[in-house]
């Protein structure tokens, strides 16, 4: 007996249609959100563990907050909206300690005044200088 292939051929050529590309790509983009918020994670609960690193740590997390202000799609948006929920359902399971519960609310105010204080930043200073070069070259200074 030969072997079959259980993928048929329409939908090998649906994936390679421009619509299936699209699809496609949008998927790929989402999971490496997902991923990349799932490595930060990781980088935290790697803290208890001989091998952490804080400048990986807190470089990931920057890395993380750029993504997150810059997010056009919402992808990266609804990975952290999606992690938070899985979070929030874990904590509130009646077993967890009210300390981590308390812990995670902290460290979801404060990430979250990080991200406000970033946005209403940068609009403030577009609009008063004009945005762009100009007002990147206002802030630099050498000495």
């Known amino acids: 007996r030969r072997f079959a292939p259980s993928v048929r051929l329409d939908s090998v050529l649906s994936l390679l249609s421009p619509s299936g590309i699209t699809r496609t790509k949008s ?27 804080l400048l990986v740590l807190y470089l990931w997390w920057q890395y993380l907050q750029m993504r997150y202000l810059l997010d056009t799609s919402g992808d990266v948006k609804r990975a952290f909206a999606s992690m938070d929920a899985k979070i929030s359902e874990l904590l509130s399971h009646r077993m967890c300690p009210n300390l981590l519960r308390k812990g995670y609310s902290m460290l ?32 630099c200074t050498v000495m």
């Open 27 to 53: 998927m790929l983009l989402a999971m490496a959100a997902q991923c990349e918020l799932m490595q930060g994670l990781f980088l935290v609960v790697e803290l208890l563990l001989p091998s952490r690193n």
């Open 108 to 139: 979801k105010t404060f990430m979250k005044q990080q991200i406000e204080s970033k946005q209403g930043g940068t609009s403030r200073q577009d609009s008063n200088s004009g945005g762009g070069l100009s007002s990147m070259m206002s802030k």
